[in-house]
Structures are given as C-alpha cells and as structure tokens.
C-alpha cells in the first residue's frame, strides 16, 4: 500500500500537523503512542477517500491533557499497511 506519511513541524510546540495520502479509498486509523507504547491519542479512526488527509495533534491526550515534553510515533494503518513517523515535542 504505497503511501507517504509526514507531520510537521518536528520538533514542534504547541502542535503538529501529520499528513498521510491515499492511492484508494481505506479504512485509517492514525493514532499516537508514546515511547513505552501506551496510546497517546487517536486523530483518524474512520473509512477516509482517496487523496491527501492532514489531522492536527494539539499536543493533548485523549482526556485533554498536556503531554509532556519527549519522543512520540505517529502510527498509520491501513489494512495490513503500517507506517510510523517519529514526532518530538518540545515544551
């Protein structure tokens, strides 16, 4: 499944924008996961069109609350596809 992922800016504060592109209509889910891999937070978790999709990570958890400074990974996946992208937050 030949896809690009990216986010920007990296390291970023106090928000990063991750951008993945589709050749085909999929289901995605593009979650966050800190080091240890606890799940951080999910962005994308639906059936999304062809083409390019960007989600925004504010630098909070699901509840809302602030992460804290270090290394997280953006992971994508699509069918048995997965992509992941180093993302550092710097407070």
């Keep these: 499944f030949p896809l690009a992922l990216a ?4 390291p ?6 991750v951008a ?6 999929a289901h995605a889910r593009l979650a966050l996961y800190d080091l240890a891999g606890r799940l951080v937070r999910v962005l ?20 809302g609350a602030p992460v804290a400074s270090g290394l997280y990974h953006a ?6 596809w997965s992509a992941t992208k180093r993302m550092l937050m710097v407070r």
Excluded: C, K, M
């Design 75 to 80: 992971r994508l996946n699509i069918n048995d």
């Design 44 to 63: 994308v978790d639906e059936q999304v069109n062809a083409g390019r999709h960007e989600a925004v990570w504010d630098g909070r958890d699901d509840r």
């Design 7 to 10: 986010s920007w800016p990296n």
């Design 20 to 25: 993945f592109d589709l050749p085909r209509a």
């Design 12 to 17: 970023f504060n106090p928000r990063a924008t």
